[in-house]
C-alpha cells in the first residue's frame, strides 16, 4: 500500500495537504516523470518503485488534463474538500454536534483574521483552514518564523480539520447518521 493511501485512509486532512505537496513537488520537476524519478526513487525501495511511479505518473496527467500544470489542486482533491465542507455544514447545522460547533466557535475569530489577510477572501471556512496550514509547512520548510500568534490560530484550525477528519472517516464507513 503506498503511503498516500495509508494517509487517506487514516486522516483524510492529512491526506489533502500530502497532496498538496506532492502536487507542488511534482511541479517543481515540471510535471516530468524522468526528473522525479531520477530524483527521489533513489532511496526507494525497488519492490516499491513502479507502483509508486504509477501513481506520480497518475497525478501529472491529472494536473495535466485538469489545466493545473501551474497552481491549482486536482479535482479529486477539490472534491474532497466540496465533502468536507458540506460535513462541515452538516455537523454544524443538521446534527447540531455540539463539541463540533465548540470547536470551530473557537476557532471562528482566528479563521476570520486569516479571511482578511487571504488572496480569497470568499472562500470557506475549511478551505481556510487548509490553505493556513499549508502556508505553515511551506513556512517551515523555508525556515522562517511563526509567531506565537500564528502558532495559536494553526492549533485551532488543526483542531477544527482533526475532528472533521474523524467524522469523515466515520461517514466513508457508514458509521454517521446523516
Known amino acids: 500500500m503506498l503511503l498516500a493511501d495509508q494517509i487517506k485512509e487514516n486522516n483524510i486532512a492529512e491526506y489533502v495537504l500530502y497532496m498538496w505537496q506532492t502536487e ?10 524522468d526528473l522525479v524519478e531520477k530524483n527521489i526513487f533513489k532511496q526507494m525501495p525497488e519492490d516499491q518503485k513502479q507502483a509508486t511511479r504509477n ?9 495535466k488534463i485538469q489545466g493545473k500544470k501551474e497552481k491549482g489542486h486536482s479535482n479529486s482533491i ?18 447540531q454536534d455540539s463539541k463540533y460547533s465548540d470547536i470551530y466557535k ?11 489577510l487571504s488572496s480569497e477572501p470568499e472562500t470557506n471556512a475549511i478551505q481556510l483552514c487548509f490553505n493556513a496550514l499549508y502556508g ?4 517551515k520548510l523555508k ?8 502558532e495559536a490560530s494553526f492549533l485551532h484550525f488543526r483542531n477544527v480539520l482533526g475532528y472533521l ?3 469523515y472517516k466515520q461517514m466513508k464507513a457508514g458509521e454517521l447518521n446523516l
Open 24 to 33: 507542488d513537488l511534482l511541479r517543481g520537476f515540471d510535471l516530468d516523470i
Open 55 to 63: 501513481w506520480y505518473n497518475q497525478i501529472i496527467k491529472d494536473l
Open 78 to 95: 477539490n472534491e474532497i474538500l466540496i465533502e468536507l465542507n458540506y460535513l462541515h455544514s452538516t455537523l454544524i447545522n443538521l446534527m
Open 106 to 116: 473557537a476557532a471562528l475569530p482566528h479563521i476570520e483574521d486569516f479571511r482578511k
Open 136 to 139: 505553515k509547512l511551506i513556512l
Open 143 to 150: 525556515g522562517e518564523p511563526i509567531s506565537e500568534d500564528s
Open 165 to 167: 477528519s474523524v467524522k
